[in-house]
Each structure stands twice: as structure tokens, then as C-alpha cells.
């Protein structure tokens, strides 16, 4: 036993040399992404034009009832390398929130096969309307679970099985591409800060290689749910400028580019 734990740090440390060796694309040592979720109008009249004309790309988190009336516009986001990706059908976070118990809804009441379909009628209803198949999908609220109490169970399975990764919310660490699980990728609320804010909060995140993800809802004025246009235009020129070290991309681009890296990585040290 003692050697085998021996061996295995022997191998961990091996590999973490291997891999720290790595950089992002345009030799970052920090990768980001900026996601936003619910399909909020505001989205797709403030925050897309902003990152079209800065040329950057993120990543959107569909409810596809909320896409009405502006599916030409998520077409054409995911035509022009916006991610597109799941939000669920019905929104279900815990029934503590006035608008589910309003509606007699919440995760406490349902069950994974009720979580699984929601997920897939979104899934279909998002390839329908914008010709995209997303690959990732972040929790609404950021909750995994369905259930109460000894019966609670977890749907992270479920993204796992369905997806290439699954999004957190409201979390309080940047990701460590070594360690993270796809299919609980943590991502910190960017909503109601300021630039010094949000710039004060990578500062505290970043570390070697670290991956951190920003999600917020609407776009326009500050706000509980909404990021200010001129911090987040402020973030992405700051995040742009080569010296500060950061790659800017898609959740499901980082994702992808890690786990190959990781792969490539474990392919050589065997
Ligand atoms: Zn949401």
C-alpha cells in the first residue's frame, strides 16, 4: 500500500511538471471565459453587439421560450462562433424562490427522469430554432440536485452523460485545469460589479494555468442580475491586452482545449 501511495505521488508530481510546462493559446497563462444565461433580451441587444465589435466570442446559456421573438438573432450568434448551449426547459432551481413557488415548482419536488427530459426538450427546441447543437450546460442557479432530504440525488450524471460539460454558478474558485470535473465546471458571478471589482476578483482567482469563468445575466446597468456595459466592455479590452496573460474564449473551447492537452499529457506519460 505504502509503496503503491509512493508511486502514485511519484507519478502525480511527473505529470504535474509535464503539464505545467503548457500555455494557452497566444502563450496565456490564464485562460477565461465570459458566459451569460437565460437568453435575456438584453443579450441580444446590448451584450452581443458589444462582443461582436470587440471581436471576442462567449458563451450563451438558452431557455429556449426565452428565444421567441429573436431567433433570427441566436441563429446568427451561433453562426458567428458564439457558443450556444442548454439552460433547461423549465429554469428549476430550489422552490425557496417567490417566482417557482408561485408556480408550485422547485428541484426539492421533482425527480432526475422529470430534470432529464426537461434537459433534452431544451436540447431539441435550441437545435430547432438556431441549427446548433450545444455541448455544454449550465445549471439553473447553479443547483445539482433534485429532491429533499435522504432522497436528494444529483444530476450531475445526467450533463455528464448528455453533455461535454456542465456550468456551475455562484462559486468561489477558478478552475485547476489538473483537477476540475467537466461536468461541474465553477464559475463566479460577474453580475453588479464594477471593472475594479471584477478586475480585484480575477487578481484573488488566477494562479499557474488557472481557468476562471465569468457568468452573468442581463447586459446594460449595474444590477442584482445584470453586469454594467462599460465594466464588461472595460473587462474585455483588459483581458485582450496580451500582457495581462489571459486567453479569452468559449467554456466549450477552453474545455476542449484542456482535456486534449490533459489526454496528450497521459498518452505520453505511459
Ligand atoms: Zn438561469
Given at each position: 500500500?505504502?509503496?503503491?501511495?509512493?508511486?502514485?505521488?511519484?507519478?502525480?508530481?511527473?505529470?504535474f511538471?509535464?503539464?505545467?510546462?503548457?500555455?494557452?493559446?497566444?502563450?496565456?497563462?490564464?485562460?477565461?471565459?465570459?458566459?451569460?444565461?437565460?437568453?435575456?433580451?438584453?443579450?441580444?441587444?446590448?451584450?452581443?453587439?458589444?462582443?461582436d465589435k470587440?471581436?471576442?466570442?462567449?458563451?450563451?446559456?438558452?431557455?429556449?421560450?426565452?428565444?421567441?421573438?429573436?431567433?433570427?438573432?441566436?441563429?446568427?450568434?451561433?453562426?458567428?462562433?458564439?457558443?450556444?448551449?442548454?439552460?433547461s426547459?423549465?429554469?428549476?432551481?430550489?422552490?425557496?424562490?417567490?417566482?417557482?413557488?408561485?408556480?408550485?415548482?422547485?428541484?426539492?419536488?421533482?425527480?432526475?427522469?422529470?430534470?432529464?427530459?426537461?434537459?433534452?426538450?431544451?436540447?431539441?427546441?435550441?437545435?430547432n430554432?438556431?441549427?446548433?447543437?450545444p455541448?455544454?450546460?449550465?445549471?439553473?442557479?447553479?443547483?445539482?440536485?433534485?429532491?429533499?432530504?435522504?432522497?436528494?440525488?444529483?444530476?450531475?450524471?445526467?450533463?455528464?452523460?448528455?453533455?461535454?460539460?456542465?456550468?456551475?454558478?455562484?462559486?468561489?474558485?477558478?478552475?485547476?485545469?489538473?483537477y476540475?470535473?467537466?461536468?461541474?465546471?465553477?464559475?463566479?458571478?460577474?453580475?453588479?460589479?464594477?471593472?475594479?471589482?471584477?478586475?480585484?476578483?480575477i487578481?484573488?482567482?488566477?494562479?499557474?494555468?488557472?481557468?476562471i469563468?465569468?457568468?452573468?445575466?442581463?447586459?446594460?446597468?449595474?444590477?442584482?442580475?445584470?453586469?454594467?456595459?462599460?465594466?464588461?466592455?472595460?473587462?474585455?479590452?483588459?483581458?485582450?491586452d496580451?500582457?495581462?496573460?489571459?486567453?479569452?474564449?468559449?467554456?466549450?473551447?477552453?474545455?476542449?482545449?484542456?482535456?486534449?492537452?490533459?489526454?496528450?499529457?497521459?498518452?505520453?506519460?505511459?
Amino acid at each position: 500500500m505504502k509503496i503503491q501511495t509512493a508511486l502514485c505521488f511519484i507519478i502525480s508530481i511527473c505529470s504535474f511538471q509535464a503539464l505545467s510546462a503548457w500555455q494557452y493559446p497566444n502563450n496565456a497563462r490564464f485562460a477565461i471565459s465570459l458566459s451569460f444565461d437565460d437568453a435575456r433580451r438584453s443579450q441580444v441587444d446590448v451584450g452581443l453587439p458589444l462582443l461582436d465589435k470587440h471581436k471576442v466570442k462567449g458563451s450563451f446559456y438558452i431557455m429556449p421560450e426565452q428565444m421567441i421573438g429573436y431567433e433570427k438573432a441566436w441563429k446568427n450568434a451561433g453562426k458567428n462562433g458564439h457558443e450556444i448551449a442548454n439552460h433547461s426547459q423549465s429554469h428549476l432551481c430550489t422552490g425557496n424562490f417567490r417566482w417557482l413557488r408561485k408556480q408550485d415548482k422547485g428541484l426539492e419536488q421533482v425527480d432526475l427522469n422529470f430534470i432529464a427530459q426537461d434537459i433534452k426538450a431544451a436540447q431539441q427546441d435550441i437545435i430547432n430554432l438556431t441549427k446548433q447543437q450545444p455541448t455544454g450546460f449550465a445549471y439553473p442557479c447553479g443547483q445539482t440536485f433534485v429532491g429533499r432530504g435522504k432522497a436528494v440525488k444529483s444530476y450531475v450524471p445526467i450533463v455528464a452523460k448528455l453533455f461535454d460539460y456542465g456550468r456551475t454558478w455562484n462559486d468561489e474558485t477558478a478552475n485547476d485545469p489538473y483537477y476540475y470535473d467537466p461536468a461541474q465546471i465553477r464559475a463566479f458571478n460577474m453580475d453588479g460589479k464594477t471593472f475594479n471589482e471584477l478586475i480585484a476578483l480575477i487578481e484573488q482567482a488566477k494562479f499557474d494555468n488557472a481557468w476562471i469563468v465569468l457568468a452573468g445575466h442581463e447586459v446594460g446597468e449595474k444590477g442584482l442580475y445584470s453586469i454594467d456595459v462599460r465594466a464588461l466592455e472595460q473587462l474585455i479590452l483588459y483581458l485582450k491586452d496580451p500582457s495581462n496573460g489571459f486567453w479569452l474564449a468559449t467554456v466549450a473551447d477552453v474545455n476542449r482545449y484542456i482535456q486534449e492537452r490533459l489526454k496528450q499529457s497521459h498518452s505520453n506519460n505511459h
